[in-house]
C-alpha cells in the first residue's frame, strides 16, 4: 500500500524522513530540523491567522489546543532566561546573539513541532509510514555497517562544509561509518545520529512509529530496523527504553479494568515471599548495565553533581547562562551537559528548569490520561516515555532536530484529543 501526501506541508514531513539518509551523507540533517520548524511553524501560523481564506488542504485543523500554548509560553521563557543569565554573568552580545540562535535551532523546537502538528493538517500516518521506509534503508546499509569494522574501513567517512552554518560540534556535520567504544574498543554503531546511546533512543522512537502501521509488512521492515538502531548502538538507554516504552502503554488501559486491580493485589500480597531475591536479580540486572560503561557512569555522575553544587551556590534562579569547561575529572566534558535536568538547572537555574518541567509533565499526564481510554495514547506516551528516558542522559534540546516527528505526533495527538473521539487520524490516502 502507498502512502500519498495530501498537502505540501505532508510532502515536506514525508520527504525529510524518508530521505534521512541522504541528507545525513551529506550532513545537512543539522540544518534541515530547525529549517523545516519554522517553515512550517510559518505556515501554521499563516493558516491561524488566514483561517478560511487559506487554501482549503492547508487550512487550520482548529484552534491551538492549551497544551501547545504552554509549551510555546515556556520554551519563550527559555529565552527570556538566556538573555538575563548572560546579563548577569557580563557575557559579551556576540555570545548572547550565538545563544540566541542556538535557542531557535534547539529549544524552540519543542514548541514549534507540537503547534505544526496541532494546527495543520498531517497525518499520523505520513509519519508512521516515513520512518517505516527509514528501517528499510538501514536494512539495505546493515551490511555495509557489519563488514566495514571486519574489513578495516575507516571510521570517520568526511566531515560536511555545512558545518560553516555553526552547531554544537563537528560531529553533527560528520558521516560515521562505525566508531569503537572508548576503552574497549568494540565496534558501535550511530547510524544518522551524532552518537551511538542516541542513535539507540532514535531506534525505540522508530519501534514506537512502527507498530502503528497498518501494512504488517512496512510494519516488520520499521520494527527490524528500529531494533537494529537498539541492538547495534550498544545503548543502555535504548535497551532499557524499548521494552518499557513499547509495552508499558499497552498495559495501561488495563488500569481502567475492576479485575486488574483485584489481582494486582493478590500478586502484591504473595510477592512477599520471593520479594527479597527478586531484589536481588533486579540490582545484579542493574549492575550488569551500569557496568557495560562504568567509566561513562562516572562521568555522568560527576558532572552531575559540579553542577546541582554551582547552581545552587552560584546561580540558583537563573542559572550561568551557558555550560563551563570540565576538568580532566569529566574527561573535559562540559558541566550543564549529558543531563537535560540538571543541565537546565546549571544553565538557566530554576526558572528554566520550570519552565520545562511544567510543560512536559503536564503534557504527559494528559497524554497517560488518554492513553487509559484510547488506544489513539499509546504513540505518543511511548514517545513521550522516549523523551524522558532521553532527558536523563542527554540534553534534548540539542536533539530536537532528530526527534522533530516525534514532537510532531504530540501536537498531533493534542489535536486528536482537542477535536473528540471521531478525530482518530486513521486516514491512509
Given at each position: 500500500?502507498?502512502?500519498?501526501?495530501?498537502?505540501?506541508?505532508?510532502?515536506?514531513?514525508?520527504?525529510?524522513?524518508?530521505?534521512?539518509?541522504?541528507?545525513?551523507?551529506l550532513g545537512g540533517l543539522y540544518i534541515l530540523g530547525p529549517v523545516l520548524a519554522w517553515v512550517l511553524g510559518a505556515l501554521a501560523a499563516l493558516a491561524l491567522y488566514l483561517g478560511p481564506a487559506m487554501r482549503a488542504d492547508l487550512r487550520s485543523t482548529g484552534p491551538v489546543?492549551?497544551?501547545?500554548?504552554?509549551?510555546?509560553?515556556?520554551?519563550?521563557?527559555?529565552?527570556?532566561?538566556?538573555?538575563?543569565?548572560?546579563?548577569?554573568?557580563?557575557?559579551?552580545?556576540?555570545?548572547?546573539?550565538?545563544?540566541?540562535?542556538?535557542?531557535?535551532?534547539?529549544?524552540?523546537?519543542?514548541?514549534?513541532?507540537?503547534?505544526i502538528g496541532a494546527v495543520l493538517p498531517i497525518r499520523r500516518e505520513i509519519l508512521v509510514r516515513?520512518?517505516?521506509?527509514?528501517?528499510?534503508?538501514?536494512?539495505?546499509?546493515?551490511?555495509?555497517?557489519i563488514?566495514?569494522?571486519?574489513?578495516?574501513?575507516?571510521?570517520?567517512?568526511?566531515?560536511?562544509?555545512?558545518?560553516?552554518?555553526?552547531?554544537?560540534?563537528?560531529e553533527y556535520f560528520t558521516t560515521y561509518l562505525y566508531t569503537r567504544a572508548h576503552g574497549t574498543g568494540i565496534p558501535r554503531w550511530q547510524f544518522y545520529a551524532p552518537w551511538s546511546?542516541?542513535?539507540g533512543l532514535l531506534g525505540v522512537v522508530m519501534v514506537l512509529f512502527s507498530l502503528e502501521e497498518k501494512?504488517?509488512?512496512?510494519?516488520?521492515?520499521?520494527?527490524?530496523?528500529?531494533?537494529?538502531?537498539?541492538?547495534?548502538?550498544?545503548?543502555?538507554?535504548?535497551?532499557?527504553?524499548?521494552p518499557i516504552c513499547v509495552f508499558i502503554p499497552r498495559m495501561l488501559p488495563l488500569l481502567g479494568q475492576v479485575w486488574v486491580w483485584m489481582a494486582g493485589s493478590m500478586v502484591a500480597a504473595s510477592m512477599a515471599a520471593v520479594f527479597?531475591?527478586?531484589?536481588?536479580?533486579?540490582?545484579?540486572?542493574?549492575?550488569?548495565?551500569?557496568?557495560?560503561?562504568?567509566?561513562?557512569?562516572?562521568?555522568r555522575s560527576t558532572l552531575e553533581r559540579m553542577a546541582?553544587?554551582?547552581?545552587?551556590?552560584?546561580?540558583?534562579?537563573?542559572?550561568?547562562?551557558?555550560?563551563?569547561?570540565?576538568?580532566?575529572?569529566?574527561?573535559?566534558?562540559p558541566i550543564g551537559s549529558h543531563h537535560t535536568w540538571f543541565g537546565l538547572l546549571f544553565v538557566k537555574g530554576l526558572v528554566g528548569f520550570m519552565a520545562l518541567a511544567l510543560a512536559f509533565f503536564i503534557h504527559a499526564a494528559l497524554i497517560a490520561k488518554d492513553a487509559v481510554y484510547h488506544p489513539r495514547g499509546r504513540l505518543p506516551l511511548g514517545l513521550m516515555m522516549v523523551l524522558m528516558i532521553l532527558s536523563l542522559g542527554e540534553n534534548i534540546e540539542i536533539e530536537a532536530y532528530l526527534l522533530w516527528p516525534a514532537l510532531m505526533a504530540l501536537g498531533i495527538h493534542a489535536r486528536q484529543m482537542a477535536t473528540g473521539p471521531s478525530d482518530l487520524g486513521h486516514s491512509t490516502d
Open positions: 500500500m502507498t502512502m500519498t501526501p495530501q498537502n505540501p506541508a505532508e510532502r515536506m514531513v514525508y520527504h525529510a524522513i524518508i530521505y534521512t539518509w541522504p541528507i545525513y551523507v489546543p492549551w497544551i501547545i500554548w504552554l509549551w510555546g509560553i515556556g520554551m519563550i521563557i527559555m529565552l527570556v532566561v538566556l538573555w538575563i543569565g548572560h546579563a548577569n554573568w557580563n557575557f559579551v552580545l556576540m555570545a548572547t546573539v550565538k545563544s540566541s540562535i542556538g535557542w531557535a535551532k534547539g529549544w524552540a523546537l519543542l514548541a514549534l513541532f507540537p503547534l516515513g520512518q517505516s521506509v527509514l528501517g528499510l534503508w538501514i536494512i539495505c546499509l546493515l551490511p555495509l555497517f563488514i566495514a569494522p571486519m574489513i578495516g574501513l575507516p571510521q570517520q567517512l568526511f566531515t560536511s562544509p555545512l558545518k560553516a552554518v555553526g552547531g554544537p560540534g563537528p546511546p542516541f542513535a501494512d504488517r509488512r512496512w510494519m516488520l521492515v520499521g520494527v527490524l530496523g528500529g531494533v537494529a538502531m537498539v541492538i547495534m548502538s550498544r545503548s543502555r538507554m535504548g535497551l532499557i527504553a524499548l527479597a531475591p527478586l531484589r536481588v536479580e533486579v540490582e545484579h540486572s542493574i549492575a550488569a548495565i551500569n557496568n557495560m560503561r562504568a567509566g561513562s557512569n562516572r562521568v546541582v553544587e554551582r547552581w545552587e551556590s552560584e546561580a540558583f534562579w537563573f542559572g550561568h547562562g551557558r555550560v563551563a569547561p570540565g576538568s580532566h575529572l569529566v574527561e573535559f566534558m
